[in-house]
């Protein structure tokens, strides 16, 4: 579930601004005695990931479009990047959640 709300929360914002207003989010579960490595992990690879899904989720994905328009004089939507975005987003976020699961990275 925390790979998934940051994932989503990701693609609706810049994911560096999500994942700078999650950091004390996650220092603060410290406090409660939480394993916080698989936290930082999902942290990081929803923000990561997520951010694909829309064009405005990532400043590369801004980046990239601006040079697709520039350069090569083709638009796309907003609709046309989301479907694709959102198949990436949810299979990259399905492996890493798999491996998040059954990996023994912080066990």
């Known amino acids: 579930m925390r790979r998934w ?6 693609s609706v914002l810049d994911n560096v601004v999500l994942v700078a207003a999650f950091i004390p989010v996650v220092q603060g579960f410290g406090n409660l005695n939480i394993n916080l490595q698989p936290l930082w992990w999902a942290l990081l690879f929803g923000g990561c990931l997520g951010g694909n899904i829309t064009l405005i989720g990532s400043t590369a994905n801004i980046v990239a479009i601006g040079i697709l328009e520039k350069e090569k004089r083709l638009k796309i939507s907003f609709l046309d990047w989301f ?3 959102l198949s990436v987003g949810l299979v990259t976020t399905l492996v890493v959640m798999a491996a998040l699961v059954f990996l023994p990275f912080y066990r």
Not at 5 to 10: E, N
């Open 83 to 85: 479907w694709v975005g």
């Open 5 to 10: 709300v940051s994932a989503i929360g990701s």
